[in-house]
């Protein structure tokens, strides 16, 4: 007989913020201190959960042991569950910040293909199998789905993964509907998490099976992506289409930016602590993105109040 993931007893669902992760001036290393207050402002504000140190995260940019120690107090701060992303180069180093995950009290883990080196199918297949071996039974593994950042977990792929019953549940940032319709239908066959990754989609992904989104733009705007969220599930047609069109808005003009430079200026402009961009961006982006940032002040004050509506 098949084992029970623990995963599918207790499944991540409705909004999951994917948390930027605030930057100490001058170091390219965690400000922990404004973590932990941004845990706090979307625990506040009705995430169901929060992913820490996923794309939107920035967990490249990071050394491991800043990470580690980054989580073991997030864990304790977090009042909702916490799904970390554990993407690594190596099958050692992903099954290593796995297990540090899991001993923090995580909720569960997210994990990407190998990523910079273009990987097999049959490399991927090999790499999850393994490290689900590895981690053990116990460990919630969300297949992590973002071809524009590593390989795409093919659709024969992801299918085969995902009726073996190892894996908790996927996290699919393709932006693609045919592939979420792939999902889907195992998701039919086979019990698991179907989480969506895009925010312009997401209306989509609901019909096709979708049980939350972990969504990059809920780091600074948490508030409208759990109104929209409820008015989907309510069939609040007049009321989410309202909310969409403020999406709309934000993804308008922060998608002009390398990811996630708006998010990050618009969770600043609501008096978070992020620490400078990574890597600076050119003269003309600067100017654009003080542009958005005054464009941003003056927006959300209404877009709170529809919020509450």
């Known amino acids: 007989m098949k084992k029970a993931n623990p995963a599918q007893r207790v499944p991540l669902e409705g909004v999951i913020a994917a948390a930027i992760t605030p930057r100490q001036a001058n170091e390219n290393s965690i400000d922990l201190g404004a973590t932990l207050e941004l845990i706090d402002f979307l625990g506040e504000r009705g995430v169901a959960g929060i992913a820490l140190l996923g794309s939107t995260g920035e967990f490249v940019h990071f050394a491991l042991d800043d990470r580690r120690h980054m989580l073991n107090f997030?864990?304790?701060?977090?009042?909702v569950p916490l799904l970390v992303n554990v993407s690594h180069?190596?099958?050692d180093g992903a099954v290593g910040l796995a297990r540090d995950a899991m001993?923090?009290?995580?909720?569960?883990?997210?994990?990407?293909?190998?990523?910079?080196?273009?990987?097999?199918?049959?490399?991927?297949?090999?790499?999850?199998?393994?490290f689900a071996k590895e981690a053990g039974d116990a460990t919630p593994i969300y297949l992590y789905n973002i071809p524009a950042c590593t390989t795409e977990i093919a659709g024969p792929t992801v299918t085969d993964l995902l009726a073996s019953g190892r894996f908790a549940g996927i996290k699919d940032s393709s932006g693609s509907l045919d592939y979420f319709r792939v999902l889907g239908e195992?998701?039919?066959l086979t019990p698991?998490?179907?989480?969506?990754?895009?925010?312009?989609?997401?209306?989509?992904?609901?019909?096709?099976?979708?049980?939350?989104?972990?969504?990059?733009v809920a780091s600074a705007l948490p508030e409208?992506?759990?109104?929209?969220?409820r008015a989907h599930r309510a069939?609040?047609?007049?009321?989410?289409?309202?909310?969409?069109q403020r999406l709309a808005e934000f993804l308008d003009r922060a998608e002009e930016f390398p990811w996630p430079a708006a998010v990050k200026?618009?969770?600043?402009?609501r008096k978070m602590k992020t620490g400078a961009l990574a890597s600076p961006l050119g003269e003309s982006e600067s100017r654009k993105l003080a542009e958005f940032a005054e464009w941003f002040r003056g927006w959300l004050p209404d877009l709170l109040r529809e919020c509450e509506e």
């Not at 997030?74 to 009042?79: D, G």
């Not at 200026?265 to 402009?269: I, M, P």
Request: charged fraction near 15%; hydrophobic fraction near 45%; aromatic fraction near 8%.
């Open 186 to 188: 195992q998701k039919a």
């Open 235 to 244: 069939n609040s047609g007049d009321g989410a289409g309202r909310l969409e």
């Open 103 to 130: 001993s923090a009290g995580a909720a569960g883990v997210l994990l990407m293909p190998p990523y910079y080196f273009r990987q097999s199918q049959a490399a991927i297949l090999s790499f999850y199998q393994t």
């Open 224 to 229: 409208l992506i759990v109104a929209l969220d």
């Open 192 to 216: 698991f998490t179907l989480l969506a990754g895009h925010e312009r989609i997401y209306a989509n992904c609901l019909r096709l099976g979708a049980q939350g989104i972990v969504s990059g």
């Open 265 to 269: 200026e618009a969770a600043k402009q």
């Open 89 to 91: 180069t190596t099958l």
């Open 74 to 79: 997030a864990a304790r701060r977090s009042r």
